[in-house]
T-cell receptor, first 115, second 116 residues
Framework: SAVISQKPSRDICQRGTSLTIQCQVDSQVTMMFWYRQQPGQSLTLIATANQGSEATYESGFVIDKFPISRPNLTFSTLTVSNMSPEDSSIYLC????????????FGPGTRLTVL | AQKVTQAQTEISVVEKEDVTLDCVYETRDTTYYLFWYKQPPSGELVFLIRRNSFDEQNEISGRYSWNFQKSTSSFNFTITASQVVDSAVYFCALSERFPGNTPLVFGKGTRLSVIA
């Protein structure tokens, strides 16, 4: 089945800095989704990233805080900018795969701690 | 608007007991997809099943079974003869229309603890 990888798997960052999270899929996909999971909570959609166009953000998430790139059909990045402790979460990318198992699959996640 | 409700926040069972996790959904679309995921303590989200709105057949996979009832807007998940390795948070999710083009809406999750 297709593989979704994320880098880094975890990081500890200082307040005010930025972190870029990478998501790589080993097959081409149209849409990639970025979710946030705050401690003990469910998953919340941050944005939808379509190759060749600007990402679409959900209410409560803005491009200045969470800029996203989608340079090709297998890769995307999410940056968490000017971080505060409230940004401490697991960030997950997700794609829909129709080969090697049909469903919406998630990367392993990036566990971010902001001090 | 779409919504997924998992009313059970936490469930604790003794090993070998059967357990059912409830999921109730709301949507105005006639075409939608329902999912279940397992999130063990390690944190990764493991895909368990996808079911579309036109397929009401129940599904069984080993010790896992799913009961989809459109009449009650429910998609419940049963684990038979539970094991300690089943301890995890389980999420039910909904996607309207084709899931490749639309994101998932998740329930709040049910934390299952299986005690040896």
């Amino acid at each position: 089945s297709a593989v979704i990888s994320q880098k880094p798997s975890r990081d500890i960052c200082q307040r005010g800095t930025s972190l870029t999270i990478q998501c790589q899929v080993d097959s081409q996909v149209t849409m990639m989704f970025w979710y946030r999971q705050q401690p003990g909570q469910s998953l919340t959609l941050i944005a939808t990233a379509n190759q060749g166009s600007e990402a679409t953000y959900e209410s409560g998430f803005v491009i200045d805080k969470f800029p996203i790139s989608r340079p090709n059909l297998t890769f995307s990045t999410l940056t968490v900018s000017n971080m505060s402790p409230e940004d401490s979460s697991i960030y997950l990318c997700s794609v829909y795969l129709s080969t090697g198992g049909v469903g919406q699959f998630f990367g392993p996640g990036t566990r971010l701690t902001v001090l | 608007a779409q919504k997924v409700t998992q009313a059970q926040t936490e469930i604790s069972v003794v090993e070998k007991e059967d357990v059912t996790l409830d999921c109730v959904y709301e949507t105005r679309d006639t075409t939608y997809y329902l999912f279940w995921y397992k999130q063990p303590p390690s944190g990764e989200l493991v895909f368990l099943i996808r079911r579309n709105s036109f397929d009401e057949q129940n599904e069984i996979s080993g010790r896992y079974s799913w009961n989809f009832q459109k009449s009650t807007s429910s998609f419940n998940f049963t684990i038979t003869a539970s094991q300690v390795v089943d301890s995890a948070v389980y999420f039910c999710a909904l996607s309207e229309r084709f899931p490749g083009n639309t994101p998932l809406v998740f329930g709040k999750g049910t934390r299952l603890s299986v005690i040896a």
